[in-house]
């Protein structure tokens, strides 16, 4: 299995939900990512996971919640959000950091 | 970290070579030279990544001169599929994964 899934594929919240994102790889890497992406922009690293340890946290407001309950899955949580989050959510896995990345397909964010 | 420049677009047409050239011109030592491609609401993929020299996949050419300065993607004989966002990247083999940036990206558009 060489796939990133991501689920769900869209994904439209108010301001005052509580929803989670979710990712799941089984190709034995060890580490993850989330990223964020706007419309025409390139995709902005927010988490990296590495051996199930939080490394990065790239100043994101702390309306967004990681998390990695093992080394195949990988959460991203949601509260409170405002609506300039609406965005494309990747999540990305490697062997170690320092490989190349797979990307899931992204969920479409909405934040009414 | 080493800023990269890249055309904001590029066309072309079908059967076709595509060079599309990336400026970093205070990569260091320890940088490598990464290259993904992303088609519209998909996660990037990545392509091809080197040091310095020419390396050569089933897909992609990457030309890295003497300097590193700057880096060349060839893409040979392109189809309408190829139409997509590439992103040129550049980081540390080592902690690359820790501090992933995704350049502005240069759309090609192949024409028929």
């Known amino acids: 299995d060489t796939e990133v899934t991501q689920t769900p594929k869209h994904l439209v919240m108010g301001m005052t939900n509580k929803k989670s994102l979710k990712c799941e790889q089984h190709?034995?890497?060890?580490?993850m990512y989330w990223y964020k992406q706007k419309a025409k922009k390139p995709p902005e690293l927010m988490f990296v996971?590495?051996?199930?340890?939080?490394?990065i946290n790239e100043s994101v407001p702390s309306r967004f919640s990681p998390e990695c309950p093992n080394s195949s899955l990988l959460n991203l949580h949601l509260h409170a959000l405002q609506p300039e989050d609406s965005a494309l959510y990747l999540c990305a896995s490697s062997q170690e950091p320092v490989n190349e990345q797979f990307f899931g397909p992204g969920t479409r964010l909405t934040v009414l | 970290l080493a800023k990269t420049t890249q055309p904001i677009s590029m066309d072309s047409y079908e059967g076709q070579e595509v060079n599309i050239t990336c400026s970093h011109n205070?990569?260091?030592?320890?940088?490598?030279i990464t290259w993904y491609q992303q088609f519209p609401s998909q996660g990037p993929r990545f392509i091809i990544q080197?040091?310095?020299t020419k390396v050569t996949n089933e897909v992609a050419s990457l030309f890295i001169p003497a300097d590193r300065k700057s880096s060349t993607l060839s893409l040979p004989r392109v189809s309408l599929s190829d139409t997509a966002v590439y992103y040129c990247l550049v980081g540390d083999i080592l902690t690359g994964g820790f501090k992933t940036i995704f350049g502005a990206g240069t759309r090609l558009f192949v024409k028929a």
């Open positions: 190709m034995g890497h060890r580490a």
């Open positions: 996971y590495s051996y199930e340890k939080l490394s």
């Open positions: 080197g040091y310095k």
């Open positions: 205070n990569i260091a030592t320890n940088d490598y």
